[in-house]
């Protein structure tokens, strides 16, 4: 009897024993990907490096978890130092060569010295070992004396590194094929591995990288184009190294060096000459330069102003609209600026930019007139007018009531002041071609002046590009010489007097400080001016001081506005106040010193000597004086050094005397003049306390009314009863006059 | 600069006249003060009286242009309107003329209107009278010379002339040397 098959039952039956299911195609290729990657065409050579990397992977971890000691003989007796190589190595790295030798030498003598500098390459040595016979053969078939360590080392590089295996195959092959773009290339790694770990990059170091180079390398780059691309990419890697220099730096190596290869590469990169970069690189913190720097490659966006005297801002819009202008207002800081994204239609050709109820003007230019605010019925000057648009912002604001003098003195560029007068309505502009300097003869006396300088042009390198490689020292002192004679002039053309006015506004679309706050210190010093808020919420304050130079204070209410942070040309504004309309042609002292600067000359000289030697002894004292000066008046008593233009009067440099009186003595000439008024005073110094050295500084300050306070009121009284005048007066009677 | 001869201030006058009729007086008194023509190498200057005494400081040959300028005389002593003077003759227009939207563009490169682009005309147009442009969003566009009268104007062909151009607005970028 059988078992029976009992139809009502289904019993299920799964896959027979040789039923086969298709599991699916990644399934099914799996096994076919598997076998390629198995028997991979290895090299002897990939073979080899393949079995290192397998042994280098482990013994990491061994070092790791316990220094364990040689695998030769020398075990018992050699013991593996702690991890201090950084140092060391970066000391010795400068002689790498040397250094590989001796690590040879020691490979083959065991020696223990520097084995205990260098652990980890001992192990390479040791795995190197294993090797040495088998590859000896193989490296000289290479050609190359690539050392086992450098081998190693570049494999335990890549393991750090996450690079698949094939690429450092093939970066292996090349790199051993030219030492020199292994530098490059290794530059690159390097500075991204340093920032990743703080792993020991045997023998390749940052700085190392760095200083090839400068010498060898560095000439090839000038030879073969180096791409843009590395270029970038090593800016960058320096920059984020100089950001965090204590922890990213390679020891031994200076900040000075990864500067000036930044300067190079940043030369390169964009296209400017080294003048400029290095003055760029002191006006910049490094990260802030290549925002600075990337900014100047693209355009500031279209602004337009309404004309108030024609539309409103609103109806004006409304219409550009209806015309295809994709548009929005400029800011909250602007009730006339309109900033325009696109357009189908040329926007400078626009029946309502014909009728006049625009005009095309770059943001920053409204921020001058803005802070110049001229009120209606007032005279207004524009000493520097051309093409037109901020004289005619300020006759807008005006209403077309009183009256404005556009200048310029350039006869070609005022025909598009004429143009864009009549065109805007302006009723009230009276325009003449005097040149600037002339300006207080032809008519004085006006309520406010305008001054937009001509610059050097490093704030608008944006829409010209020429500026980065055609500027240099001598344009940009050309310009400041320049501009000093024109913000005097202006300053002059004001009428201090005026029941509404009295204000001068600086401006110029540069940023260089020499353009900017020296002018302005200038004009502090030398005319009877304070400076006020421009009334300009926003931008950077402008500079106090400036490497080795010191401004007045007051240069804080200055601005300064940039391309990469308000996204408008580089601006400079400083709003002035004039005080009083006399001139002060120069301080008491000074006068004198002129006067009788001749006839006293080789007297004075005789005076200093005993003057100054009664000053040697009491010179610290003195020496305390002088720093509470500097911190008390923010002096430029480097500058009349450097600028010694012909009479340029030292009339401010009191402060200097100590100073000056020990130059005095080595040139004889120059600071005579102040020397010999600070000799006297010296004497009562020594004599008297450390406030009259003050009040002498402050005497200069009758200018900066603002800083003097209840102090230099005394002082200054303190200065006329113990006046130098008559003191001075005696000694040319003495000297036989 | 120099006050304008009688001769030359009739000839000016004259001129004015046949855009704005008779309120050229309007143009003189007016309620914010004097104003007054002036003449400055063969250009004619329109100005307040302030700013004439300010201007006397200025050397001549510094000067280059004073207040708004009206045109210019000729060698031969006729009298040439300028564009610039657009703003002080739109607002006292006698006769005026609106254009369309499409001949705009036309007018502002410096053609003369044509029937077709003729939007609005004022009534009694005398032929050859003195009109000023506008578009049709009341933004005056330049001056010219009406060809024909209004009646002629309804019965003439699309493509026949009916305004001869002589100024507009445009000329501020085409002609911006000839300003001064």
Redesign the interface.
């Known amino acids: 009897m059988g078992r029976k098959l009992d139809p009502t039952v289904k019993v299920k039956r799964g896959p027979g024993r040789k039923a086969r299911k298709q599991k699916g195609a990644e399934t099914e290729l799996s096994k076919f990907l598997v076998d390629d990657d198995g028997p991979k065409k290895l090299s002897s050579r990939s073979r080899k490096r393949a079995i290192k990397r397998a042994q280098v992977t482990k013994e990491p971890k061994q070092e790791e978890k316990s220094k364990k000691g040689f695998s030769d003989e020398n075990s018992k007796w050699l013991k593996p130092t702690q991890r201090k190589r950084k140092i060391e190595q970066s000391e010795e790295d400068e002689d790498s060569d040397s250094q590989w030798e001796e690590e040879d030498d020691d490979e083959d003598e065991e020696g223990f010295v520097k084995k205990e500098m260098e652990e980890e390459d001992d192990d390479d040595e040791d795995m190197v070992d294993d090797y040495g016979a088998d590859e000896g053969d193989e490296q000289d078939s290479d050609g190359e004396e690539l050392l086992p360590i450098e081998r190693a080392a570049r494999k335990q590089k890549k393991q750090t590194s996450k690079k698949p295996g094939s690429d450092d195959d093939e970066d292996e092959d090349e790199e051993e094929e030219d030492d020199d773009d292994e530098e490059d290339e290794k530059d690159d790694l390097k500075e991204d591995e340093e920032e990743e770990e703080d792993t020991v990059q045997a023998n390749f170091d940052e700085t190392e990288t760095f200083k090839l180079p400068a010498a060898a390398d560095r000439a090839k780059e000038g030879l073969l184009q180096m791409d843009l691309q590395t270029i970038h990419q090593r800016i960058r890697d320096n920059v984020d190294v100089l950001s965090h220099f204590s922890e990213k730096r390679e020891e031994g190596k200076e900040r000075s060096e990864y500067l000036s290869l930044l300067r190079s590469d940043l030369c390169t990169y964009y296209s400017y000459n080294e003048f400029l970069i290095s003055k760029l690189m002191d006006i910049f913190p490094v990260s802030e330069l290549i925002d600075f720097l990337e900014a100047n490659e693209i355009q500031r966006p279209v602004t337009i102003r309404t004309n108030t005297l024609k539309t409103r801002r609103r109806d004006l819009a409304q219409?550009l609209i209806n015309r295809g202008v994709n548009l929005d207002p400029l800011g909250k800081w602007s009730k006339v600026g309109l900033v325009i994204y696109d357009s189908s239609v040329p926007i400078?050709?626009t029946?309502?930019y014909?009728?006049?109820q625009y005009m095309l003007q770059g943001a920053s230019s409204f921020l001058p007139v803005m802070a110049l605010s001229p009120q209606e019925g007032e005279?207004v000057l524009d000493m520097s007018a051309a093409p037109g648009g901020k004289t005619t912002y300020m006759a807008q604001l005006m209403r077309n009531?009183g009256?404005i003098?556009a200048n310029d003195a350039n006869?070609d560029r005022?025909?598009?002041?004429?143009?864009n007068?009549?065109?805007l309505?302006v009723?009230?502009?009276?325009?003449?071609?005097?040149d600037g300097r002339q300006f207080p003869k032809?008519?004085g006396g006006f309520d406010r002046v305008l001054l937009d300088a001509p610059c050097s042009g490093t704030g608008v390198i944006s829409k010209d590009p020429g500026v980065k490689t055609g500027k240099d020292e001598a344009d940009v002192l050309r310009s400041a010489h320049l501009q000093k004679e024109l913000i005097l002039s202006a300053i002059d053309s004001v009428n201090a007097d005026s029941p509404t006015g009295g204000y001068l506004v600086y401006c110029t679309c540069s940023i260089m400080v020499e353009e900017n706050e020296w002018v302005v210190d200038y004009a502090l010093k030398k005319r009877n001016v304070k400076l006020v808020p421009t009334g300009l919420d926003f931008g950077k304050e402008g500079f106090i001081r400036f490497k080795e130079r010191r401004f007045h204070p007051s240069l804080k209410l200055s601005r300064r506005f940039y391309p990469h942070s308000q996204n408008m040309d580089g601006f400079f504004v400083a709003k002035l106040k004039k005080l009083s309309n006399t001139i002060p042609t120069a301080p008491r002292e000074t006068d004198e010193v002129e006067s009788t600067k001749t006839e006293t000359a080789a007297s004075s000289e005789q005076i200093q000597k005993p003057e100054s030697k009664q000053q040697k002894p009491a010179s610290t004292p003195e020496k305390s004086n002088m720093g509470k000066k500097q911190k008390l008046k923010p002096e430029k008593s480097e500058t009349p050094i450097i600028t010694k233009k012909a009479g340029v009067k030292s009339e401010n440099k009191k402060s200097d005397g100590p100073k000056k009186a020990k130059i005095a003595k080595l040139d004889g000439e120059t600071s005579k003049k102040s020397a010999k008024p600070n000799k006297k005073q010296k004497v009562k110094e020594l004599n008297g306390d450390s406030t009259k050295e003050v009040v002498i500084e402050k005497k200069k300050g009758s200018q900066f009314e603002k800083n003097n306070k209840t102090k230099n009121k005394n002082l200054l009284k303190k200065n006329k009863n113990r006046m130098g005048k008559n003191k001075f007066k005696k000694l040319k009677n003495m000297v036989g006059q | 600069m120099r006050p304008l001869t009688d001769e030359e201030t009739k000839t000016m006058f004259e001129k004015l006249s046949k855009y704005i009729g008779e309120n050229i007086k309007l143009l003189i008194d007016r309620p914010?003060g004097t104003y007054c023509f002036r003449l400055h190498n063969d250009r004619v200057y329109?100005?307040?009286e302030?700013?004439l005494k300010?201007?006397t400081?200025?050397?001549r040959d510094?000067?280059?242009?004073?207040?708004?300028?009206f045109g210019k005389f000729t060698k031969t002593q006729k009298f040439r309107l300028h564009i610039?003077a657009l703003?002080f003759l739109a607002p006292y227009a006698k006769f005026k003329v609106w254009v369309k939207p499409g001949s705009?563009q036309s007018f502002?490169y410096g053609n003369h209107v044509m029937k077709s682009g003729l939007g609005r005309i004022t009534e009694n147009t005398a032929q050859y009278q003195g009109v000023v442009v506008y578009?049709m969003?009341d933004?005056?566009?330049g001056f010219g010379v009406a060809a024909k009268t209004t009646q002629e104007c309804r019965k003439v062909d699309p493509m026949s002339i009916v305004v001869f151009h002589q100024a507009d607005?445009?000329e501020?970028?085409r002609s911006?040397?000839t300003?001064?």
């Open positions: 219409a400078g050709a029946p309502e014909l009728s006049g005279s009531t009256m003098v006869a005022l025909k598009s002041v004429v143009g007068i009549h065109r309505g009723t009230n502009a009276v325009i003449c071609n005097y032809v008519m | 914010d329109y100005m307040s302030k700013i300010l201007a400081n200025i050397s510094k000067l280059v242009s004073v207040g708004t300028c610039t703003d705009e502002l578009s969003a933004v005056p566009l607005i445009g501020y970028i911006e040397d300003l001064t």
